[in-house]
């Protein structure tokens, strides 16, 4: 699987509005300069989390941006999927879609077991649980796993 910029900038965007005390809005520089992102991009990809409902615009002198909802009600896979798309495609379809025949016949039950490892950690990650740290024990067992920090 690889993490597109677009949604580690996402992700990084909302931890910073996620942070913001008492869910003040926060302006789109102010975002970008928090985890030393380009604006341009934040602003893009601000825009599409407002469509997805996951921020709000502020409007006026002390405006900006804003998570819709609460921190603890967002998970790191909405944001991802409202940047990106589906979490996991291949060839740009859902694993469900494929077929496979012959020897790869095994190939799409690999595909769909990636694909529920990967909603496993992401459905699981609050926006909250990100900023404090307090991240599933599932997902801290997984880090921690022998080889995990390795590059094959």
């Excluded at 405006?63 to 909405?78: D, H, K, S």
């Excluded at 409202?82 to 979490?87: C, I, Q, Y």
């Excluded at 879609?97 to 909603?119: C, I, M, N, P």
């Excluded at 699981?124 to 024990?137: A, I, M, R």
Aim: with cysteine; charged share 25%; net charge neutral.
């Amino acid at each position: 699987m690889r993490v597109s910029a677009k949604a580690d900038y996402a992700v990084r965007a909302c931890a910073e509005l996620a942070a913001s005390p008492h869910g003040d809005p926060v302006a789109a520089d102010v975002l970008a300069a928090g985890q030393g992102l380009p604006v341009s991009f934040v602003e893009r990809i601000l825009g599409d989390l407002r469509r997805a409902g996951i921020v709000a615009s502020v409007r006026g002198r002390s405006g900006g941006y804003r998570l819709a909802r609460e921190a603890n009600q967002i998970t790191l896979a909405e944001v991802i999927r409202a940047v990106d798309g589906p979490l996991v495609t291949v060839r740009d379809e859902r694993p469900p879609g494929l077929e496979y025949a012959g020897s790869a016949a095994s190939l799409l039950d690999v595909w769909v077991a990636l694909r529920v490892s990967v909603r496993e950690v992401l459905d699981q990650v609050t926006l909250e649980s990100l900023v404090t740290g307090n991240l599933p024990e599932h997902v801290r067992t997984k880090a921690a796993s022998v080889g995990a920090w390795e590059n094959p």
